[in-house]
Nanobody
């Protein structure tokens, strides 16, 4: 059974930084792509970033140049380093995991991920 647990959210001032982590368990982590999504109040969940099993990365235009996704296969963890945060980055951030191994596409839709964590709140004050 795949389990994902996010951590690292919090309250930060605009211009600040946070690093989110998503710890995975239940299968061979290194074979699967992972993604970060976010959902702001009253809005749909939206794609933020993805890292494939081969460490290919994809980003939403709104976070390019500010956010960096990475993975540590030895720790079964994917990270989202968020710099130059803006109030519009305020949302609950979720990590998702591929249902099949060795997928290399961009996978920008949340219905393309089979497993989800419980989310972690990020609040950016102006």
């Amino acid at each position: 059974q795949v389990q994902l647990v996010e951590s690292g959210g919090g309250l930060v001032q605009a211009g600040g930084s946070l690093r989110l982590a998503c710890a995975a368990s239940g299968r061979t982590f290194s074979s699967y792509g992972m993604g970060w999504f976010r959902q702001a109040p009253g809005k749909e969940r939206e794609f933020v970033a993805r890292i494939t099993w081969g460490r290919g990365t994809y980003y939403a235009d709104s976070v390019k140049g500010r956010f960096t996704i990475s993975r540590d296969n030895a720790k079964n963890t994917v990270y989202l380093q968020m710099n130059s945060l803006k109030p519009e980055d305020t949302a609950v951030y979720y990590c998702g995991a591929d249902g099949r191994p060795y997928l290399s596409g961009s996978y920008l839709r949340d219905d393309e991920y089979d497993y989800w964590g419980q989310g972690t709140q990020v609040t950016v004050s102006s």
